[in-house]
């Protein structure tokens, strides 16, 4: 595989980033990840403006202009052959000897690209039968609109579900679902869908955006605000949103079905168009 390091594209074996790295040290850095379908980049303006938004948040800028990091993905994906994957995306506030604050502004920033192919993304498993989640308390940092790599308790959580027999968790605080590990959450009631609106409690999902953007304009009706554990429970569907997974039916919830625990209509037509619109619009 041929991954970018600081402006060079190396065999992953040959890439070097310091020990002294921010990123490594303090999970001071940011990143995004970006899909390919048919080896063109979904979504690519929604995540180069969040990443520049989460770089700002941390006092830091873009490390190149949207289309030279436009180009580096482009470059990425030809090199690597990628038809169907993912493109991740670091960007840390560089090296520096060990120190909570932050070394001078002109220190240079890590930026590190690597892919991952994932042969028919757009048609997995977990897409087709549903996942399970299970709950588990929110015990994230308070800023998670920012999209940092401190992605530990979300990993632990993610275990956790895995060792309960599910897929994933879906994490509460004050009563409420927050979020996926890795994903925005939504049930569905009524005909209506309902999802956190947004603010430091969650990541902005890119893909969140669009599917609400083409739900509304199939007329769906939508209601953001949060949503409790009971109401997922006795809604008639449920479903999560990333880059990675487009949209996933949820069919379970703490071991009990949802709707007939069967993924739903509302989650199967919003991925269809969704994967359909992401696909026409790629760059
Ligand atoms: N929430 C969290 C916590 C995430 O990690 C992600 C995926 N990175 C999302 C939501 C979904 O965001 P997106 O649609 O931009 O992938």
Redesign the pocket.
């Given at each position: 595989r041929i991954v970018y390091v600081n402006g060079d594209y190396l065999p992953e074996d040959a890439a070097r980033v310091s020990v002294f790295d921010r990123g490594f040290l303090f999970a001071d850095a940011v990143y995004e990840?970006t899909s390919v379908l048919g080896g063109r980049l979904i979504d690519f303006d929604?995540?180069a403006a969040?990443l520049e938004r989460s770089l700002g948040e941390l006092g830091m800028p873009m490390p190149m202009p949207r289309d030279s990091l436009l180009a580096v993905h482009r470059d990425l994906v030809a090199r690597n052959s990628i038809e169907d994957g993912l493109i991740y995306l670091q960007v840390t506030r560089g090296a520096a000897d060990r120190d909570f604050a932050y070394p001078d502004a002109d220190t240079p920033q890590t930026v590190v690209l690597f892919t991952q192919a994932k042969p028919g993304l757009a048609d997995t498993p977990a897409a087709r039968e549903g996942i399970r989640v299970v709950s588990l308390p929110d015990l994230r940092w308070g800023r998670?609109d920012i999209?940092t790599v401190q992605l530990l308790y979300?990993s632990m959580a993610k275990m956790e579900a895995r060792a309960r027999g599910a897929d994933d968790a879906w994490m509460i605080e004050d009563g409420a679902v927050t979020?996926?590990?890795?994903?925005?959450a939504y049930i569905v009631k009524d005909g209506r869908i309902v999802t956190r609106g947004l603010g430091h409690e969650?990541?902005s999902?890119?893909?969140?955006a669009a599917v609400l953007r083409l739900a509304r304009e199939a007329q769906m009706q939508i209601e953001e605000r949060p949503f409790t554990l009971d109401e997922a429970r006795a809604a008639d569907e449920a479903f999560v949103?990333?880059?990675?997974a487009f949209v996933l039916p949820v069919i379970e919830i703490d071991g009990a079905a949802v709707g007939g625990g069967t993924p739903g209509p509302v989650a199967r037509r919003l991925r269809e168009i969704y994967i359909d619109e992401s696909r026409r619009a790629a760059l």
């Open positions: 990840v929604g995540h969040r998670r999209k979300p979020e996926g590990t890795s994903n925005n969650i990541l999902g890119i893909t969140r949103t990333s880059a990675s």
